[in-house]
C-alpha cells in the first residue's frame, strides 16, 4: 500500500478498506493496467450506483471476488 501511495503516477489515492490479510488475493498481479475492461467497469457503477460516495467493506470485498473471478477466467 505503501508503495502505491508513494508513487507518483497515483493521485488521491484512498484506502477504502484496511485490514489484515493471511495472503495477497492476487500474488501476481503487478498492477499495470491498459485499456478498459467492461466487466470490470460494470462492477466498479454498480458498486458506485448503491452505496454512493463511501462503499461499504461488504460491497467492497464483493468487487473484489468479482475481480478475483476475472482473471482466473483469464488465465
Given amino acids: 500500500m505503501t508503495s502505491i501511495s508513494r ?3 497515483h ?6 478498506v484496511y485490514e ?13 493496467y491498459n485499456g478498459s475492461a467492461h466487466f470490470v467497469d460494470g462492477l466498479i457503477e ?6 454512493g ?6 460491497h467492497l470485498h464483493r468487487l473484489m471476488q468479482g475481480i478475483a473471478e476475472f482473471t482466473r477466467r483469464l488465465h
Fill in 7 to 9: 508513487d507518483r503516477r
Fill in 11 to 16: 493521485r488521491d489515492v484512498q484506502i477504502l
Fill in 20 to 32: 489484515d490479510i493471511k495472503e495477497r488475493q492476487f500474488p501476481d498481479w503487478t498492477l499495470a
Fill in 46 to 51: 454498480v458498486l458506485a450506483v448503491r452505496t
Fill in 53 to 58: 460516495a463511501t462503499p461499504v467493506p461488504y
